[in-house]
């Protein structure tokens, strides 16, 4: 199966988990949404509807307040109408009474006994007949408070306070008589009228108001309530599933107010719902890019490299069975050229790299970024590309035959690569990448810029390391590991001067011997490597320090330092200063009698940590050193930043100076090196009285190697150095009667 770029590129389906909320639902069909949609106000939402009750209540409020204001100012015109009656009924009554026969205009017209029947039977009460020239004639029944004077009193009334009765004047022209007369008449009727009449405009005014409520509730219903309810509907629905709302056409006019409220409500909602589905597809594009791509490089990451790796694996038949190159690719120490020309420089060389290896291979190759400094490449064989190193080679000459441009500076960039072919080396591909890692990893080993084949040995290799390890952390539990100490020596005075400690593991077994030693440059690189390097350095450094301290109270030894390994994963992954501190009170030594030994690996980790901390040490007094100096590349420029007391030359450079004039010169320069910045420079290695001669030439101020002595077991250190005589000579004498 051949894959193209297009399908590299091609959509695969987002993780679950990323996509989480973004789940887009399986739409509904338009039917649906109609059947669904006509949800108009119905009798029991108007009744139930909020906003109708109170603009019923208003309604009903303004109805009642209005007759209420008609009532009052009616009131009193009724009750006018009412006496005006009453009024019209006394002088019905009274008229007949007044006699025409008597002209006389002193004499009462009026017959007793009409008079009674008058008092007896009609509203009439009492009444006080005046002639024309208002002169009373007579009074008949109960009295009145109304007495007339003048002419002026002739348009009195009045009415007691109980509106029980009602006084009026009646004149010629009202009676038929030439008489005025005033009479009091019964108006208790007007005022039980008059409330009647109060209480059928109430009630009147309540059916009013009840009706035009009711039939404003309709109204509201029908213009208000329907639209808003269908309104409120479709923003619910839009607020439900606002990415894909079902919201059904609208049955309202668009032309009045209220339909083309809703006309532009559902374009929102419309565009709402096609808003987030732009931004859904544009998230999950991105998502897609980010949990598949590699955003520096733009290359599939290591997830979409497996799942490609997997889908071109599968797509082989029984009968033809296509065989893929796997490589895996690491660039040599880029750490570096990210901590010293910055992450500019490093991305832009990443990118550079991306690119290379993409326009190098052919299109069915699937090139992908898989970790910072780590590229993964596969693709199936050909005769081109026989074999899966021929891929490893094809692409570590792409890397190293040209320089990197990188702003106008030429970067030379290295790698390693491990190869390695399905399915010879597995089946499964993430068995196959991790076997290409593995035989990556021997590449770096190996001294990197290299490429190496997955073999199944290297299995086997990395199953002994495992059982080294664990066999390590028992040898730590089981007091397997003691600590030897080689002696170091002022080269001048040929005074011992200090002692390097270095550990050592005796791993007992069934053999003859009983057991076997096992060397540090075997077991502390796993032990690094596995983290297990921080409780085996403590134990190192509590012993060595108790031993110093022991050679002062015990044996008289006031100055031998001694100089402990500390490996750059102590700095990293421990509070290194902190326990030297604490472990120097506890034992009770003196700073300036430790001293620690790092290589240049440190300064490959964080920098500015590691100069913090080597000066946190430096600060508590304990001596710094670098150890195998000369064998790495990156402290020259740091030298002058840390605070270090000491260089101390690799036993390389000693074993070849006095026949490989290189390696002579590196030793002599570095003994320049530490003198010129005042520091002191001590050489290990130093195996024989040439050796010796040669560092004295060069000025070189320390020594320590197998001419004076190899590491000793503590009691042995102690007896070499109590009797050694302080002279270098005596190591010649001693070779000698060997
Ligand atoms: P190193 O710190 O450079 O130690 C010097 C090594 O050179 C020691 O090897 C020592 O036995 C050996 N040596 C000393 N003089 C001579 C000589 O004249 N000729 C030759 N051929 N070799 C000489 P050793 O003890 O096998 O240790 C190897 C490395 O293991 C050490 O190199 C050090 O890096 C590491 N190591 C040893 N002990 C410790 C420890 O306690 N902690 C840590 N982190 N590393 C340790
Ligand atoms: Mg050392
Ligand atoms: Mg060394």
Redesign the pocket.
């Known amino acids: 199966m051949i894959v193209s770029s297009d399908q590299l590129n091609s959509r695969r389906p987002v993780p679950s988990d990323l996509m989480g909320t973004l789940t887009i639902e399986k739409k509904r069909t338009s039917k649906e949404d109609a059947s669904k949609s006509t949800l108009l106000a119905s009798p029991a939402h108007i009744w139930s509807s909020r906003i109708s009750w109170t603009i019923a209540f208003y309604l009903f409020l303004l109805i009642a307040l209005f007759q209420t204001l008609v009532l009052i100012l009616n009131i009193d015109k009724v009750e006018q109408q009412k006496l005006a009656q009453v009024r019209e009924i006394g002088r019905a009554a009274i008229a007949p009474v007044l006699s025409a026969s008597v002209t006389d205009m002193l004499t009462s017209p009026a017959s007793n006994e009409g008079v009674q029947r008058l008092l007896n039977n009609t509203i009439v009460r009492g009444m006080t007949i005046y002639n024309n020239q208002l002169d009373l004639i007579k009074s008949y029944g109960e009295p009145m408070a109304l007495v007339l004077m003048d002419q002026n009193s002739l348009g009195k009334t009045f009415r007691t306070a109980n509106g029980d009765s009602y006084e009026v004047v009646y004149r010629g022209g009202d009676l038929g008589r030439p008489y005025v007369v005033t009479a009091k008449l019964d108006s208790s009727k007007v005022a039980d009228e008059l409330n009647s009449f109060i209480r059928e405009t109430i009630i009147v005014t309540f059916i009013l108001s009840g009706l035009a409520t009711s039939v404003l509730m309709i109204a509201i219903g029908k213009l208000l309530l329907e639209p808003i309810l269908f309104m409120r509907e479709n923003l619910m629905a839009a607020s439900r599933e606002p990415e894909d709302p079902k919201i059904s056409p609208s049955p309202f006019d668009p032309r009045n107010e209220i339909g083309s409220a809703i006309a532009i409500a559902q374009k929102l909602i419309r565009q709402n719902a096609d808003n987030i589905k732009r931004i859904k597809s544009a998230a999950e594009d991105k998502i897609h890019k980010l949990a598949y791509y590699d955003t520096l490089t733009g290359l599939p990451n290591r997830t979409s490299f497996l799942q490609t790796l997997s889908e071109c694996l599968r797509a082989g038949t029984d009968n033809e069975i296509r065989r893929y190159a796997v490589v895996a690719l690491d660039l040599d120490h880029f750490k570096d050229i990210n901590d010293s020309m910055g992450h500019n420089v490093g991305d832009a060389i990443l990118r550079g790299v991306g690119r290379r290896l993409r326009m190098a291979l052919p299109d069915t190759a699937t090139v992908s970024r898989t970790g910072e400094d780590e590229f993964a490449v596969t693709l199936p064989l050909n005769t081109d590309l026989n074999t899966a190193r021929d891929v490893g080679a094809r692409i570590l000459n792409v890397i190293r035959n040209e320089p990197f441009k990188v702003f106008n500076e030429a970067f030379q960039v290295r790698a390693s690569v491990g190869v390695a072919t399905f399915p010879d080396d597995g089946v499964d591909p993430d068995q196959v990448l991790k076997n290409a890692d593995i035989a990556l990893n021997r590449a770096k080993e190996e001294g990197r810029d290299t490429i190496k084949e997955y073999s199944e040995d290297f299995d086997r290799v990395v199953q002994q390391r495992f059982q080294l390890l664990r066999d390590l952390r028992d040898a730590l539990e089981q007091d397997q590991l003691t ?2 100490y ?1 002696p170091q020596l002022d080269l001048k005075t040929g005074k011992i001067i200090g002692s ?5 593991w005796w791993k007992p077994d069934n053999s003859k011997q009983g057991g076997t030693y096992i ?3 075997e077991f ?1 690189p796993v ?2 490597q596995s983290g297990l ?1 921080v409780p ?2 403590e134990w ?1 450094m509590r012993e060595a320090c108790k031993q110093a301290r022991l050679w002062q109270t015990e044996h008289g030894m006031k100055d031998v330092r001694v100089a ?4 750059a994963a ?1 700095f990293s992954q421990s509070d290194i200063v902190d326990f030297v501190r604490k472990t120097l009170k506890e034992v009770g030594l003196e700073a300036r009698m430790l001293e620690l ?1 790092v ?1 240049e690996s440190v300064f490959m980790a964080d920098i500015n940590h590691t100069i913090q901390t080597l000066q946190n040490l430096h600060a508590l007094g304990v001596e710094l050193a670098i ?2 100096f000369g064998t790495g590349y990156s402290s020259l420029s740091y030298l002058r930043q840390f605070p270090i007391d000491r260089l ?1 030359i ?2 390389s450079f000693i ?1 070849n100076a006095l026949n490989n004039q290189d390696d002579a010169a590196i030793a002599r320069t570095i003994v320049r090196l530490a003198h010129s910045l005042s520091l002191k420079v001590i050489a ?4 024989t009285r040439e050796h010796e001669l040669f560092l004295l030439e060069e000025g070189c101020d320390e020594v ?4 004076y002595s ?2 000793l077991p503590v009691a042995d250190f102690v007896k070499f150095t109590t009797s050694y005589d302080g002279t270098l000579d005596s190591f010649d004498r001693k070779m000698a009667r060997a």
């Open positions: 600590l030897h080689q390097e400690a270095l550990i050592r060397s540090p440059g502390i032990a690094e390097i085996i350095g190192v402990v390994n500390v490996s102590q030994e290589t150890d195998d101390k690799d036993q074993r290990e290695g130093v195996e320590q190697g197998y001419r190899k590491p």
